[in-house]
Nanobody, 123 residues
Framework: QVQLVESGGGLVQPGGSLRLSCAAS????????VGWFRQAPGKEREAISC????????DYSDSVKGRFTISKDNAKNTVYLQMDGLKTEDTAVYYC????????????????WGQGTQVTVSS
């Protein structure tokens, strides 16, 4: 059974950091790509970045470039999103999605999703 579970969200002050985790089961990161997305209330789901089975990564969001970094640990079957220099506009529910083959910025291309983890940036 395929499952993705996000964790690591919470309340943080502007300028702070969080490290989100996406633990995958039912498939291995040796053969699948995982993307990070976020969705704020009333807004569309936005692609942040993605890492593929060959450890190639791509950043999709100009608003987080230089602040967010995607990585993975194949042994733990876990993908991470390191978030530094957080801003209030980063407040959203953060999701990880899984798909075969290559990365994509389009949410509809992902077959599996976690339940999301809330990130709130507030002073």
């Amino acid at each position: 059974q395929v499952q993705l579970v996000e964790s690591g969200g919470g309340l943080v002050q502007p300028g702070g950091s969080l490290r989100l985790s996406c633990a995958a089961s039912g498939f291995t990161l040796d053969y699948y790509a995982v993307g990070w997305f976020r969705q704020a209330p009333g807004k569309e789901r936005e692609a942040i970045s993605c890492i593929d089975s060959s450890d190639g990564s791509i950043d999709y969001s100009d608003s987080v470039k230089g602040r967010f970094t995607i990585s993975k640990d194949n042994a733990k079957n876990t993908v991470y999103l390191q978030m530094d220099g957080l801003k209030t506009e980063d407040t959203a529910v953060y999701y990880c999605g899984g798909k075969g083959s290559f990365c994509s910025p389009r949410p509809g291309r992902y077959s599996y999703w976690g339940q999301g983890t809330q990130v709130t940036v507030s002073s």
